[in-house]
């Protein structure tokens, strides 16, 4: 069965997806080849040989298929990393023995952290809300301008 499903107008109403699917997705399109090793974060069963290769052909399309929006998610990513990080230094700044100077020296590898995290699950959603026809892909989006000129 495919997702969604159309009616005769071209309408999609989507049907109940396992909740199961969403989870291996994301851990198929985060972090690819050893998904399948890392199953259990999401109480999964481990799938066969057949079905990891399977699994990995299928990220593979998703991916590919929001593979123009890398950049635009990469920005987003970084945005969210920077506010986080400005958020919570305020608050790490009243924990015990965390000093201004700690907390500039880690600025660097806490905004990659955050970055990362944001990246995998806007990426992840992204291709699951492609693949189940929820969001559809129009154009070609090539790049960002440094500047508003």
């Known amino acids: 069965m495919t997702w969604p499903i ?3 107008d071209g309408y999609h109403k989507m049907q109940k997806l396992p909740i199961t699917t969403l989870y291996r997705w994301y ?3 985060v972090i690819g080849e050893e998904a399948n090793k890392n199953i259990s974060l999401f109480n999964l069963s481990p799938v066969s040989e057949e079905g990891n290769e399977k699994e990995l052909e299928d990220s593979e399309e998703r991916l590919i298929e929001i593979s123009p929006l890398l950049p635009l998610i990469k920005l ?3 945005m969210n990393a920077t506010y986080t990080y400005e958020v919570q ?3 790490l700044l009243k924990t015990d023995g965390v000093t201004p100077e700690l907390l500039a020296a ?3 590898s806490l905004k ?6 944001a990246f995998n699950g806007i990426l992840s959603l992204l291709s699951s809300a492609v ?12 790049g960002l301008k440094e500047t508003d000129e």
């Open 6 to 8: 159309s009616n005769n």
């Open 27 to 29: 851990l198929y399109d």
């Open 76 to 78: 987003y990513a970084d």
């Open 89 to 91: 230094s305020k608050e």
């Open 106 to 108: 880690s600025s660097k």
């Open 112 to 117: 990659e952290f955050y970055s990362t995290m």
């Open 131 to 142: 693949e189940l026809d929820l969001v559809e892909l129009h154009g070609t989006f090539t």
